[in-house]
């Protein structure tokens, strides 16, 4: 697997290098995702290990980190956007291109199959169950590594004030407050539908909110070791009811940071199938 995933690395930077235009300000967003590939494998690395997988598998693992993206280059060469709902599907899209460069050429079938799953529903609203256990448990892993860095990249663009791109939280206004419906949600254990989101507030709600959508013991934990989503609580309005609720789901991550460290996989994987755990 170790000479796969070097041939893979030198296919990934090869093929994202190809997008780039020269022009700072368009290849911006390209450098983002390259950064966001490199620290989403780092995220695999770490929890395939803390799960104490054996070394086959974290190199797997990684091999997931990397390539689960693929699709977000052409899809912004072509779109201009990373909107998957005014372009198309990037996990689809990135398969279609690991499938016609042969990526994966020359690995085991069961690895293949592991990896496509996993890349297929990271982005997925739910992760649908799946019999063979190490499918789904590969895919939760990446969905759970892409959350944390997902988190990083918007406390850089909230907290540190770093450049990305205009539609990179959806051109939302600035404004005081937030939407109660939004707080409602997050205060119910769901995730925050786009439909309640008018303003940055929300937006952070929403990100916050992807702690149910969270599925590995070790997720929690790393989530609470790197501290961006706690960063990007402290930059909400000092509301107490709003704080309250903030307060709470970020006590759920504690919890569940000392809960088993991988939850029960009967049904579709979400956050709410494993709040009661
Ligand atoms: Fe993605």
């Given amino acids: ?95 279609r291109e690991i499938g016609r460069h042969r990526v994966l050429h020359g690995m085991p079938t069961g690895a293949r199959r592991e990896l496509s799953f996993a890349i297929a529903h990271h982005n997925a609203f739910n992760l649908p169950a799946h019999p063979d256990r190490r499918r789904t448990l590969l895919g939760c892993m990446l969905r759970d590594a892409d959350k944390l860095d997902i988190w990083r990249v918007f406390k850089t663009y909230y907290c540190d004030g770093r450049r990305l791109n205009a539609t990179v939280d959806l051109d939302l ?47 929690f934990d790393l989530m609470r070791q790197q501290g961006h989503l706690e960063a990007l609580a402290r930059t909400l309005p000092l509301d107490p009811v709003l704080r309250r609720v903030v307060k709470n789901t970020l006590g759920y991550a504690v919890s569940r940071a000392a809960g088993p460290a991988v939850p029960q996989f009967a049904t579709a994987v979400t956050g709410s199938a494993f709040r009661a755990q």
């Fill in 1 to 95: 697997m170790r000479t796969h995933l070097i041939r893979c690395q030198n296919w990934f930077a090869a093929y994202t290098r190809s997008f780039f235009t020269g022009g700072d300000a368009l290849d911006l967003p390209l450098r983002v995702k390259i950064e966001h590939t490199a620290a989403v494998q780092a995220n695999m690395a770490q929890l395939a290990g803390a799960l104490n997988w054996p070394p086959e598998d974290r190199l797997l693992a990684e091999l997931a980190g990397l390539l689960h993206d693929v699709g977000r280059f052409p899809q912004y060469s072509k779109y201009h956007t990373f909107r998957d709902s005014i372009s198309e599907n990037h996990a689809r899209l990135g398969l």
């Fill in 173 to 219: 206004a600035d404004t005081p407050g937030y939407t109660p419906a939004a707080l409602e949600s997050l205060r119910q254990g769901r995730m925050v539908r786009l439909a309640d989101v008018h303003n940055r507030n929300d937006f952070k709600l929403l990100q916050i909110a992807w702690i149910y959508d969270l599925n590995l013991a070790p997720a």
